[in-house]
């Protein structure tokens, strides 16, 4: 009985597939690995900055090799960061929650019910950014300290709300431009209002590019300084006041500077690494059509 024989592999051909592309790609992370460590290497430096001595952070060559110690961050909190980290929380919070507040309906009106020459409406929103902010601040002095509102929190919420509120809007306008329009017309076959549609069916679709703006909001503002340092005193001095009443004549401030800063850089922080998932998803919106 005839059997059939399998055919035999061709010569020079191997049975499994080589694998591609093995250095390449190994040089590629390596090369990945250093950029990224270069680019976090100051980070890592004040933190390690910070729980070191002043002595010993103002040595030439640098320390690698230290006790750490706790000292810097008590002296952080004796000399009263708590009161320009709360001014911060709450210049911050109030002026994000006002910009969602805002920009939602803002964004929806020039995306999903436009109205009349949008574009030159959006032109007009980000023209405002195009200002210098040290070419307003004369104007917004004279203002404010005609209405005694000068080293005042509540100043701080209303510039950071107009600070933010542009960039917001146009945000906000990019994600809802990406509900289909299908599903805005089934929510009103079923009688569902303006308020009932937005609160129950866009802005469940439209949250991780909520969390991005609010989050974006909260780094502008957490880390602005121009306005702070000019329009507040002591009574509503913010965060970024404080680090630099850190630097002093003196010298011998590294240590105690690196404290308060990662001090200041934890909120923000926080916030970003609890958001990070909603963070991609929203700033991946509207890259792909």
């Not at 597939?17 to 250095?23: I, L, S």
């Not at 076959?189 to 009932?196: H, N, T």
Request: aromatic content about 10%.
């Amino acid at each position: 009985m005839d059997t059939a024989t399998a055919p035999a592999p061709a010569a020079g051909r191997s049975e499994k597939a080589p694998k591609r592309g093995g250095r390449p790609s190994s040089l590629l992370t390596v090369l990945t690995w250093i950029l990224a460590i270069g680019f976090f290497s100051p980070v890592i430096w004040m933190v390690m900055t910070s729980f070191k001595q002043e002595s010993a952070a103002a040595s030439n060559p640098p320390t690698f090799f230290f006790e750490p110690t706790l000292d810097q961050y008590r002296a952080v909190l004796e000399a009263g960061a708590g009161s320009y980290f709360l001014n911060s929380l709450i210049a911050t919070g109030v002026s994000t929650l006002l910009v969602i507040v805002l920009a939602v309906p803002a964004s929806y009106a020039l995306s999903i019910r436009p109205v009349k020459k949008t574009q030159d409406v959006l032109f007009f929103f980000i023209s405002t950014k195009m200002l210098p902010v040290v070419a307003v601040i004369m104007p917004i002095y004279v203002i404010a300290g005609q209405l005694k509102v000068l080293d005042n929190i509540w100043t701080l919420v209303v510039l950071y709300t107009a600070m933010n509120l542009p960039i917001a809007i146009w945000m906000m306008r990019s994600f809802f431009e990406e509900v289909p329009g299908e599903v805005l017309e089934a929510a009103q076959m079923d009688g569902a209002g303006l308020l009932k549609t937005l609160r129950t069916i866009l802005m469940p679709m439209v949250a991780p590019g909520l969390a991005a703006t609010a989050l974006i909001c909260v780094i502008f503002a957490w880390n602005e300084f121009f306005f702070a340092l000019n329009l507040t005193a002591a009574k509503a001095a913010t965060t970024p006041v404080f680090l630099v009443s850190q630097m002093t004549s003196e010298g011998l401030f590294l240590a105690k500077l690196s404290a308060a800063s990662v001090l200041a850089s934890l909120p923000v922080v926080l916030a970003g690494w609890i958001a990070q998932k909603q963070l991609v998803r929203g700033l991946s919106m509207g890259a792909v059509k």
